[in-house]
């Protein structure tokens, strides 16, 4: 389709384990991002990238966090040695640009991962 | 991480009234969008603001960016059954990425 996609839609996994979940960008959308939304809570930001870039980082939870982007499409974010809490769901996003005005920023999100952690 | 205010954080309205919620922020933007999210999905753009002062409807829904750059609202007009759902705002100033707000969540009885 022509949206962003998200795999896998669920993903129920034990504490300690590591899992990566996936995003797929509409095509040609240069910036990308992750967010984390926590049941009944908004949205916090992680991580975006612009082309394979990540310039700021300071979002990320903990080091057991981490995120790539490879050939300014696909990007994967990874959780080493999960806890309970990072249960909720990672949402992606891409945009045409950003940093620039006329709309090419706006944000459009993907599905979701629904992370459970046991 | 910084995050704006929005407001209500809830609202349960009867079908046909109208709504307005708001956002907030201690500095100014030059972006402002509204997303709508329903159970299950990611959130979906529904109007998006580039100029203070600047009033954009789309369908039964009307958003303004504040002449002072630093707020935001959005009505609903009539509303429906199928305007539930929670509503973000988001802004942004300059190379940043967006910053949501908590969501105002909306419940409508028909």
């Known amino acids: 389709g022509a949206g962003v996609s998200q795999s896998p839609s669920n993903k129920v996994t034990e504490k300690g384990k590591d899992v990566e979940l996936r995003c797929d960008p509409i095509s040609g959308h240069t910036a990308l991002y992750w967010y984390r939304q926590r049941l009944g809570q908004g949205l916090e930001f992680l991580i975006y990238?612009?082309?394979?870039?990540?310039?700021?980082k300071s979002g990320l939870p903990s080091d057991r966090f981490s995120a790539e982007r490879t050939g300014e499409s696909v990007s994967t974010l990874t959780i080493q040695r999960t806890q309970q809490e990072d249960s909720a769901v990672y949402l992606c996003?891409?945009?045409?640009?950003?940093?620039?005005?006329?709309?090419?920023?706006?944000?459009?999100f993907g599905p979701g991962t629904r992370l459970t952690v046991l | 991480g910084q995050q704006l205010n929005q407001s209500p954080q809830s609202m349960f309205i009867q079908e046909g009234e109208d709504v307005s919620m708001n956002c907030t922020s201690s500095?100014?933007?030059?972006?402002w969008l509204w997303y709508k999210q329903e159970p299950g999905e990611g959130p979906v753009l529904l109007i998006a603001?580039?100029?203070?002062?600047e009033l954009t409807s789309n369908g039964r829904l009307t958003a303004q960016f504040g002449i002072t750059r630093k707020d935001s609202f959005l009505n609903i007009s009539a509303s429906i059954p199928s305007d539930v759902g929670i509503y973000f705002c988001?802004?942004?100033?300059?190379?940043?990425?967006?910053?949501f707000g908590k969501g105002t969540r909306l419940s409508v009885i028909a």
């Open positions: 988001a802004g942004r100033l300059g190379n940043t990425p967006l910053v």
């Open positions: 500095s100014i933007f030059n972006t």
């Open positions: 603001l580039y100029k203070a002062g």
């Open positions: 996003a891409s945009s045409l640009a950003l940093g620039l005005a006329g709309g090419t920023d706006t944000q459009y």
């Open positions: 990238f612009q082309g394979n870039s990540a310039p700021d």
